[in-house]
């Protein structure tokens, strides 16, 4: 028998505990076959793509892991207007996708540059980065629907997205289930022929490309900003960076009522982000501001005895606090524990709670 395949080696916190079986579906179909009997036999399944936003348990998984390594980008038609339908299948590396659309001199993903993981998952979470989100330009997906055993396509309307969730990540969470109800086969999006340019929506970006937010700057550019602006927050993977060996943002940025406001600090970073359903004004504060100003800096670790301490096998890390880092030989409990002291330590310092945003499998916060 085969050496059981440990998650470690799939997840890019590099942490998490072995499987005990593991299929790597090499096509769509495959996919589909191998969730369907394992569905039907009531196996636990968990899909993976590139494990960036999944924290695995160190006991592993009592089931089967079922690996999406199929990948492909293919214009699907050229449109009226100058816009192009573009599909990318669910194992294809996003980030080689987003140089692919920038090659074509296509507009609408550049900002997302940098970004780990598949194709598949963005749509899970709406996955976002300065200033821009999937939602923005995604046009629908081909999924396979675990509850009504069939292939269907979701709009975007129907995927109803929000800030880093989307109908595919609350059908996660409402569930006891390890994947969410509809698996995404492939994504497609709409981008824009706009003489290779690109609007610029994120102040610091624009301050980094010496354009006024609003502004439009050369394609290329934009994508090269982007990708040197993550790298010095720790947020692009690299093997030798171990500030990169994490999840990226541990935590969601918290939306609350406006009212907060009045029990924080007045320079506390606080952006408006709608109304809820009873019309109450929303904003969005900055996790990363709220755990600095908690007492968790750059590079916060714990002990064995969950003292803090330097040089410990976990920590925040060096670049930004928002990440939980595995220094080398980090477990997921090591994790856990520090997440668990900032959210706590946030909590007790300004009473807001956050949240996790990677996808916690055998383990809880
Ligand atoms: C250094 C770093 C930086 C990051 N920066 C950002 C960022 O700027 N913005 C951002 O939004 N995220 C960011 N992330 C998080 C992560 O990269 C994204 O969420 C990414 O989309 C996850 O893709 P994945 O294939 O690795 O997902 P996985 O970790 O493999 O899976 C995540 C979840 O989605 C499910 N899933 C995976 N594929 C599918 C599918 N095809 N159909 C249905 N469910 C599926 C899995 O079951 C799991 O529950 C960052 C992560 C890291 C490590």
Not at 262 to 285: R, S
Not at 300 to 324: M, N, W
């Amino acid at each position: 028998m085969s050496e059981p395949v440990r998650l470690a080696e799939y997840t890019t916190s590099r942490v998490g505990g072995p499987a005990a079986d593991w299929i790597e579906a090499t096509s769509a179909t495959e996919a589909v076959e191998a969730i369907r009997a394992l569905d039907s036999s009531g196996t636990p399944l968990l899909v993976l793509g590139g494990g960036s936003n999944t924290l695995m348990a160190d006991v592993g998984f009592p089931g089967t892991v079922v690996r999406l390594a199929f990948s492909g980008a293919q214009v699907v038609q050229e449109e009226a207007g100058g816009t192009t339908l573009v599909r990318l299948a669910a194992g294809q590396d996003w980030d080689e996708a987003v140089a692919w659309t920038v090659q074509q001199g296509l507009t609408g993903l550049e900002a997302l540059s940098g970004i780990p993981g598949s194709a598949g998952a963005t749509p899970v979470q709406n996955v976002g980065a300065y200033g821009a989100d999937v939602s923005q330009s995604l046009v629908s997906v081909q999924a396979w629907d675990r509850v009504a055993g069939e292939l269907v396509t979701l709009t975007n309307e129907d995927l109803r997205f929000g800030y880093r969730d989307s109908v595919i990540k609350r059908s996660l969470l409402a569930s006891d289930d390890t994947t969410p109800r509809w698996v995404v086969l492939s994504v497609d999006f709409r981008l824009h022929h706009t003489g290779r340019t690109a609007p610029v929506r994120f102040a610091q970006l624009a301050r980094a490309l010496g354009v006024e937010e609003g502004e439009w700057a050369p394609l290329e550019t934009v994508r090269h900003h982007v990708l040197h602006l993550r790298a010095a927050k720790g947020m692009v993977l690299d093997a030798q960076d171990q500030d990169t060996w994490s999840t990226g943002s541990f935590f969601t940025n918290p939306i609350l009522p406006a009212s907060v406001r009045a029990h924080l600090p007045a320079d506390t970073p606080a952006y408006g982000a709608g109304q809820d359903e009873d019309g109450e004004k929303l904003v969005k504060l900055s996790a990363a501001w709220l755990i600095d100003r908690a007492g968790f800096g750059k590079g916060f670790g714990l002990g064995p005895d969950e003292q803090a301490i330097a040089g410990a096998r976990a920590s925040l890390s060096t670049k930004h606090t928002l990440a939980v880092t595995n220094r080398g030989n980090a477990s997921t409990a090591d994790l856990l524990a520090i997440a668990r002291t900032v959210r706590d330590g946030v909590e007790a310092q300004w009473g807001v709670r956050l949240h996790p945003e990677p996808v916690l499998v055998g383990c809880l916060l």
